[in-house]
């Protein structure tokens, strides 16, 4: 077997804010009903946390969980666990209209740390990112200058942003010019 | 700059976060119609100084159509709703005529 390798292999980048690409992640796209009793018992058992509010994540020792859309929701768990993780989704869902699918090597990840991770973000997405108005445990879906983005913001103000594998070096050179040293707004 | 709020997931999404779909509450005619009403159905559109219904998706987000009801003259919304309708529901018909009385778009009015 040929060894998995994640988008960036690691890269990182300190100016506002830090920048890492975070590494291989296991992530589970997962539809159907979520008010279905079977799929929330089945999110519980993968990921260990319950399914999330709209627009929150929802997260655990061993993995996590977010609001995707009113039938979709993104399951994060350790990457050597996603294979097995999918296949026992797919038999606890048999019975209903559901799908579960390892996007794992699809998606690329990054964190962004630091005091200036606010103002670096708000630069290029259409999103409030006041302390009052986005708050740790809050996860978004948006647009990052050109492409399609996730993020969540955890406990210790880190954000965790997801994006497609093919777009993963523009968002890299994305965030590094946002986070330019010689480009502090000072809006956050 | 054009703000609308996903009646799915709440976001209050600006333009460049959203695609728009053109006219809402389009009724369609497809075999077995006449030519007269095929060509309406397939070009015949509004395109009112006033009140006007259109599908919206909110595409870099939770992908999902809505309808918004607005005015293309103050670009002021009156409201979103949900696209599982085929009709405006009674409390966005409400709020149109609170600003705009006597308002009428299509059948509606």
Redesign the interface.
Known sequence: MSDPLSALAGARYAGLATIEEAGLQGMITLRGDLSSKTLQKAVKAATGAAVPQTRRIAVSDTGAVAWMSPDELLLLVPYAEVVDKTAALTDALSGDHALAVNISDARAVFTLSGAGAREVLGKICPVDFDVSAFKPGDFRRTRMAQVAAAFWLDEAETFHIVCFRSVAQYVFNLLMASAHPQSKVGVY | MLILECP????K??E??LHAGGEAHLKRFGPGSSDDEFHDYLFMRENPKGVHFERWRHV?????WFHAARCTTTLEVFGTYTAQTSAPPQEIRDAITAKRPGWSWREFE
């Open positions: 799915y997931c709440g976001v999404a600006e460049t976060e870099n987000g939770c992908g999902k």
